[in-house]
């Protein structure tokens, strides 16, 4: 099966970011979100990270139009009537990506793969939600999505071999690196990636040390390219959250019990450079 079309699900940083790199590797994208002003917002940031490429020599203005020209913005699930392969890269809610599952079985061609970039919900329970489990897979991006070179593809247990070859040569396509995880809470990355976070909030919690100087350990001492704190305001405080939900609902073990900090700091809308601010405060646009 060869994909030509190409759905996303969500226009958020990583569905924006998904768009783009599938885009600029030739493909024609629908990018659908439930509101215009979501989908507008994530062209914009789109056309951003391309003029960024344009004005430091990586990219022409026409290559950049070419991208942006494969892009077809929608607010209609329906629109993915036409799609050969779709990710949904909607918020790490699992009632949410059921019911975007459930829509997308029912829209898409029976043959095409749906898959979810979620960062830590079980593949096989989203898989459940469909009469297609073996065309479900995880694709899981890292943030930022155009600089990142990973692609975590996560295994169901009812996933064909099909999809999954599918699956990982369109991550090489996109110009990424696949790895291949088994379908266990938080897979690799995340298994890894958010118990150290979530360490370095109790690390602020217990007041061992300020957010600069915990994040300047990491990155001074091992290399980080950014400290935990200033990376969970990337990925987003909520989504740091529910992933530590994930893993500590999955494995019932106290080493993943989320600190009490991360959940004030979302219960008190301090989600990060979305929303303003996190551990650092951050410029609105
Ligand atoms: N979108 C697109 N491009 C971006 C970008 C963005 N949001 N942010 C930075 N870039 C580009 C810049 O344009 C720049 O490009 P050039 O070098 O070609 O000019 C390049 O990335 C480097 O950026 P900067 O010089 O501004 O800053 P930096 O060197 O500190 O790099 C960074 C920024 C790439 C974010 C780097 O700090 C980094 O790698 N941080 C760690 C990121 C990480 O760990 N991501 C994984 C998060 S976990 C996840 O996503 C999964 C999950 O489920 C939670």
């Known amino acids: 099966m060869e994909v030509k ?22 493909l024609d994208v629908i990018m659908n979100d439930i509101a215009e002003e979501f989908v507008q917002k994530g062209l914009g940031a789109i056309d951003a990270n391309l003029e960024r490429g344009v004005s430091k020599g990586r990219l022409s203005a026409e290559d950049k139009s070419a991208v942006l020209a494969r892009i077809r913005a929608s607010t209609d699930i329906n629109d993915m009537a036409g799609v050969d392969f779709v990710v949904e890269a909607a918020t790490e809610r699992e009632e949410l990506k059921f019911t975007i599952f459930r829509n997308l079985d029912a829209v898409c061609p029976p043959e095409a793969i749906l898959a979810t970039n979620t960062s830590s919900i079980p593949i096989g329970r989203i898989a459940a939600q469909t009469g297609r489990p073996e065309k479900v897979i995880g694709m899981h991006f890292m943030n930022p999505v155009p600089v990142m070179k990973l692609v975590e593809v996560i295994r169901g247990l009812a996933t064909s071999d099909a999809t999954f070859d599918l699956t990982w040569s369109l991550s090489e396509h996109f110009g990424k690196t696949p790895a291949q995880a088994n379908d266990y809470p938080g897979f690799i990355a995340n298994r890894i990636l958010m118990p150290m976070i979530n360490e370095a909030v109790y690390c602020l919690y217990h007041g061992v040390g300020t ?75």
């Open 5 to 26: 079309v190409f759905g996303v699900v969500g226009a958020g940083q990583m569905g924006n970011g998904i768009a783009q790199v599938a885009a600029a590797s030739g």
């Open 211 to 285: 957010a600069e100087d915990i994040d300047t350990v990491m990155k001074l001492g091992m290399n980080h390219p950014m400290g935990p704190l200033a990376l969970a305001d990337l990925i987003g405080l909520d989504t740091c959250l529910a992933i530590m939900e994930t893993l500590n609902d999955g494995f019932r073990d106290s080493k993943y019990r989320p600190c009490p900090l991360l959940r004030k700091y979302v219960e008190a809308g301090w989600l990060g450079r979305k929303s303003g601010r996190g551990f650092y405060r951050y410029d609105r646009k």
